[in-house]
C-alpha cells in the first residue's frame, strides 16, 4: 500500500485496501511489538544446485555501517556455533540507486556485490536463485519522514519506499522469505501517515491520522508470518560518541517476541554509571578533529560561496529557516537560560565579558590523562564577525525571545576563536558530552567553538 491522499488507498497492484481496515486503525506508538497473523511450519523443496547458501542483503545501502555492523554481528554467530552451515558472513549484495553512495559502500566492504539499481527494479527471486534468505536489512529514505526537514514534502514515491519489503515478500515463496528483517529509521516513522496535497505537487501530513500508514504496513507484515517489535535506541548508550535517536524494527518468523540489547553506557552523573554498573557515555572530544576548519553558520550566500571557491568545501549558507529554529532554541536553552552555560567567547575582554567551559563536568568523572585537551592553538580558526547582538536577534527572529528582551552588546570583530573559562587556571577546556543530533522539539547541544 502506498501513501493516501484520496479517499480510496490502494495496495502496490491497485487493489483496493480491506473495508474495515481504516475503522480499526490505531496508533502504535514510539514501541511496541505485534505477533505474527501466522506461523505455519515452513516447508522446504529440495535444492536444485547443490546445498543452498544463507545470503544477506543490505538495501538502501550507504557508506557501510549497517553492514559492518551486521558482519561483526555474523560472525560472533559463527563464533558460538550459532550459524547454520552455509550462511554468509558478510552481506553478500547491497542495493542503491546512488552510484557514489555503492562506492563508498564498495570501498569498506569489497567482498560484497554492488547493484546500482533502484529497489523497486531489484528481482529478489532472480537474486537469490536458489537460496535462503537469511537476513535483509533496510534504511529507506528518512528525509519525508523526519521533522527535520525544512522544505515542504514534494515526492510521495521517497516516503513509499518501506513499501518494496511488501513487494519481495510477495515475489518470494514461503520457504525463500527472510528470516530475519531489520529495519532502521527515524522515530518519526512511527508517526507516517496519508498526505493532504497543498498545490504546486507539494504536501503535508495529515495529522488527523498520524501513524495510520505505520499501522497498515506493520499489519501487511505481520500477514507474512513475521512477529514485529519496534523501538527507540540511543546510539550514545550503547558506546558511540552521539545521542542520534533512531527506530529499530526487527521482524522475525518464529512467532517469538523481540529481545533488545541493556544499555552498556550511561549519563556520567547516573547512579548506574558512578556505581559503575555502566560506563560513561563517550564524548564528542573523542571522535572531533579540531584542526578542522568550521565556517559560521552566519555567512551570508555570498561569503559562503566566496568560502567554497576559496577551500573547495561546499557549504550552504544561510542555513533552512527550521534549522535556524533549532538553533536558536538551543541557544536559548543551552546558553541564554543556563545558569552556566557552555560558551565559547570571540570576545577575550570588555564589560560583560563571561566564559566558560565543560572541564569541570570533565573533571567529575575523567582522569586528567585521559581527557582530549582543546589547546588555546588548537581552538582557533578564522570566524566571521558577529556578536551576542547577533544570538539575541537571531533567537527574536525565530520567535523564541520577546524582542523587547533584546540588550544591546557591542560587536566584535575577532580573528580567532578562542575558549576561555571563568576563573581559567591554565587548563584546556573540552567538549564532555556525546554529539547532539537535530530532534522534532529543536533542542540542540552547543559546541561552539
Not at 505474527?36 to 543490505?58: H, W
Not at 499501522?215 to 507474512?224: C, I, T
Not at 566558560?356 to 581527557?371: I, K, S, W
Amino acid at each position: 500500500m502506498l501513501d493516501s491522499v484520496d479517499e480510496k488507498v490502494v495496495d502496490l497492484f491497485g487493489h483496493e485496501a480491506d473495508e474495515g481496515e481504516d475503522r480499526t486503525w490505531r496508533p502504535l506508538g514510539s514501541s511496541g511489538f505485534v505477533r505474527a497473523a501466522k506461523v505455519a511450519p515452513i516447508v522446504v523443496p529440495p535444492p536444485k544446485n547443490g546445498p543452498r547458501k544463507y545470503r544477506v542483503v543490505d538495501s538502501f545501502a550507504g557508506f557501510g555501517g549497517a553492514s559492518e555492523a551486521i558482519k561483526q554481528a555474523l560472525e560472533r554467530l559463527a563464533a558460538a556455533g550459532l550459524l547454520p552451515e552455509g550462511h554468509s558472513r558478510d552481506v553478500d549484495w547491497a542495493v542503491n540507486h546512488d552510484e557514489l553512495a555503492l562506492v563508498m559502500h564498495a570501498a569498506n566492504h569489497p567482498n560484497t556485490i554492488h547493484l546500482p539499481h533502484n529497489v523497486w527494479k531489484v528481482s529478489m527471486r532472480e537474486l537469490l536463485g536458489d537460496d535462503f534468505f537469511g537476513l535483509l536489512w533496510l534504511s529507506p529514505d528518512c528525509r519525508d519522514h523526519s521533522p527535520a526537514k525544512g522544505k515542504p514534502i514534494t515526492s510521495r514515491s521517497v516516503r513509499d519506499l518501506a513499501w518494496v519489503l511488501i513487494r519481495w515478500l510477495k515475489e518470494l515463496p514461503d520457504w525463500q522469505r527472510p528470516y530475519t528483517i531489520f529495519l532502521e529509521n527515524v522515530p518519526a516513522f512511527t508517526k507516517w501517515s496519508p498526505l493532504i496535497p497543498t498545490g504546486n505537487g507539494e504536501y503535508i501530513r495529515d495529522k488527523s491520522r498520524e501513524g495510520q500508514i505505520f499501522h497498515r504496513f506493520v499489519m501487511a507484515v505481520a500477514k507474512f508470518g513475521y512477529s514485529i517489535g519496534w523501538q527507540e535506541l540511543e546510539a550514545c548508550d550503547y558506546g558511540t560518541p552521539t545521542i542520534r535517536k533512531r527506530l529499530k524494527m526487527v521482524f522475525r518468523r518464529d512467532g517469538a517476541r523481540i529481545a533488545w540489547p541493556a544499555p552498556t553506557h550511561g549519563a556520567p552523573t547516573s547512579d548506574d554509571v558512578k556505581s559503575g554498573r555502566l560506563k560513561p557515555w563517550p564524548v564528542a572530544a573523542d571522535i572531533v578533529d579540531f584542526d578542522l576548519p568550521c565556517p559560521s553558520i552566519l555567512m551570508t550566500k555570498e561569503e559562503a560561496k566566496a568560502y567554497t571557491k576559496e577551500t573547495g568545501i561546499r557549504i550552504i549558507r544561510p542555513l533552512a529557516t527550521n534549522s535556524e529554529a533549532r538553533i536558536a532554541k538551543g541557544v536559548r536553552r543551552y546558553v541564554v537560560d543556563e545558569a552556566e552555560p557552555f560558551i565559547a567567547t570571540l570576545n577575550h575582554d570588555g564589560e560583560g565579558f563571561r566564559g566558560h567551559c565543560a572541564v569541570h563536568r570533565a573533571e567529575q568523572r575523567r582522569p586528567q590523562a585521559d581527557r582530549r585537551r582543546i589547546s588555546a592553538r588548537r581552538a582557533t580558526d578564522r570566524a566571521s564577525p558577529w556578536s551576542r547582538h547577533d544570538t539575541i536577534g537571531a533567537i527574536a527572529r525565530c520567535g523564541l525571545l520577546d524582542p523587547e528582551q533584546r540588550r544591546p552588546a557591542r560587536a566584535h570583530r575577532p580573528e580567532h576563536v578562542r575558549t576561555w573559562p571563568d576563573g581559567w587556571d591554565g587548563d584546556e577546556p573540552t567538549a564532555d558530552t556525546p554529539m547532539d543530533t537535530v530532534f522534532a522539539d529543536g533542542t540542540v547541544q552547543p559546541l561552539f567553538l
